[in-house]
């Protein structure tokens, strides 16, 4: 096991900004789904042409990133809504980080996002695995956590997300499904493998789904 230490602290984080970057072009457009993390939409905003933010909550967005001094543009609604802000087939990529767990009708945001999304675009999100090691452990003498708990609505497994995009407009699209981190991520402890054997990848503290249009 190996203590990992980064910039914003989340590996979590920087993986799916690695895939980000993965797949960017200079010219694109971006949606990033809940910006109310000022140095993350800045972080994304660098790669691309225009960002376009989807914040729920007015009071989590910062004055800076709205005020048009660079190529980003806030807005204050939230996924379900996402058709009526943006125009239908104009995006490249929607990013969502920890943000699915959180919405009650899940296949109406993924529905939405494939509105926006040009053929061939990206959505890219992340989420809590409901079965991460520590979690499965507590749960041998607990039983199995109740949603909605805490702001979750649920928490998924692999094959939440299977059926959960099969459900959707991206029933026929590319998926791919990534687990990673194995260990403690989480109440300021960070210890855990950034590799581990494929087998172990149901007991991942987290998802990294990316899916072509």
Not at 133 to 161: A, C, N, Q
Request: aromatic share 10%; charged share 25%.
């Amino acid at each position: 096991m190996q203590k990992i230490m980064t910039k914003d602290k989340c590996y979590d984080w920087r993986h799916l900004v690695d895939t980000y970057q993965s797949i960017i072009s200079p010219n694109n457009v971006v949606v990033e789904i809940g910006s109310s993390t000022a140095h993350r939409t800045l972080e994304l905003s660098r790669h691309c042409r225009n960002l376009i933010g989807i914040e729920k909550f007015p009071e989590r967005i910062s004055h800076n990133l709205s005020s048009g001094k660079n190529n980003i543009r806030i807005i204050n609604t939230d996924w379900y809504k996402l058709s009526k802000v943006v125009p239908l087939g104009s995006i490249n990529i929607v990013v969502a980080s920890h943000v699915i767990e959180h919405v009650k009708n899940d296949v109406r945001c993924l529905n939405e996002t494939f509105k926006v999304l040009k053929r061939g675009g990206y959505l890219l999100f992340n989420t809590p695995n409901r079965k991460r090691l520590t979690r499965s452990v507590i749960e041998l003498f607990t039983g199995e956590r109740k949603f909605p708990y805490w702001e979750h609505m649920r928490e998924y497994t692999r094959l939440d997300l299977e059926k959960l995009i099969a459900s959707s407009k991206f029933s026929d699209s590319k998926v791919k499904i990534t687990g990673f981190v194995l260990g403690i991520h989480g109440m300021g402890i960070k210890i855990f493998l950034k590799k581990f054997p494929t087998f172990l990848d149901k007991f991942s503290n987290f998802w990294e789904v990316l899916i072509q249009k």
